[in-house]
């Protein structure tokens, strides 16, 4: 099973607004990433976490705060966000850097507005 | 910087014929190289991934070219089909540990 997955679907929140998304995986995965990606572009890194623990975060303003409270679910947390903050945004696995392999797997995404 | 170089942006292929896309990347440093899919509302399946070590991977009607030397890789889809409309990225990464992206190739298959 190499499934990822995230919920809301569809989320439309306002800018004062406070929400978070959820990712879900069980595959033993280690390491567990954000992106956010545009229309039309390809997905832009935000966050790695691995290990449970922060390793990347590519200067995202600090309105999505991240989280990792276990080794299968990552949660991001959004506050006082810009309609330019809409995009689908994106949860990844992959079992972890230097492992024998590096098959990074995809969730369906968030479908996110900012009104 | 682009990390890793794709073309074309869009390619318009007829049903049965072969689709090929491009991409290059600088750093030699990369030792895993995949491709992804992605449907419109979608998130990017992976669709074949390739080493270095190794100069093409077969999956089916997917193939990946693989050039060390000119530091190029490509993905062949050989009797491309309707289905197979989609948009398709490249990437490649070190041990892993972070993944770039080409910028993507909007692929139509006519019937």
């Known amino acids: 099973d190499t499934e990822v997955t995230q919920t809301p679907k569809h989320l439309v929140m306002g800018m004062t607004n406070k929400k978070s998304l959820k990712c879900e995986q069980h595959?033993?995965?280690?390491?567990m990433y954000w992106y956010k990606q545009k229309a039309k572009k390809p997905p832009e890194l935000m966050f790695v976490y691995s290990y449970e623990k922060l390793s990347i975060n590519e200067s995202v303003p600090s309105r999505f705060s991240p989280e990792c409270p276990n080794s299968s679910l990552l949660n991001l947390h959004l506050h006082a966000l810009q309609p330019e903050d809409s995009a689908l945004y994106l949860c990844?696995?992959?079992?972890?850097?230097?492992?024998?392999?590096?098959?990074?797997?995809f969730g369906p995404g968030t479908r996110l507005t900012v009104t | 910087q682009q990390q890793v170089k794709q073309s074309p942006q869009s390619l318009i292929v007829q049903k049965g014929g072969i689709s090929i896309i491009n991409c290059a990347y600088e750093?030699?440093?990369?030792?895993?190289f995949p491709w992804y899919q992605q449907f419109p509302g979608k998130g990017p399946a992976l669709l074949i991934a390739?080493?270095?070590?190794?100069s093409e991977k077969k999956e089916g009607r997917f193939t990946i070219s693989f050039n060390k030397s000119a530091k190029q890789f490509s993905l062949h889809i050989m009797d491309s089909q309707p289905g197979d409309s989609a948009t398709y990225f490249c990437a490649a990464s070190v041990t892993g540990n972070q993944f770039y992206f080409g910028t993507g190739t909007s692929l139509t298959v006519i019937p």
């Open positions: 595959m033993g995965h280690r390491a």
């Open positions: 750093n030699t440093a990369f030792d895993y």
């Open positions: 390739i080493r270095p070590d190794v």
């Open positions: 990844a696995s992959s079992q972890y850097s230097g492992a024998s392999s590096y098959e990074q797997y």
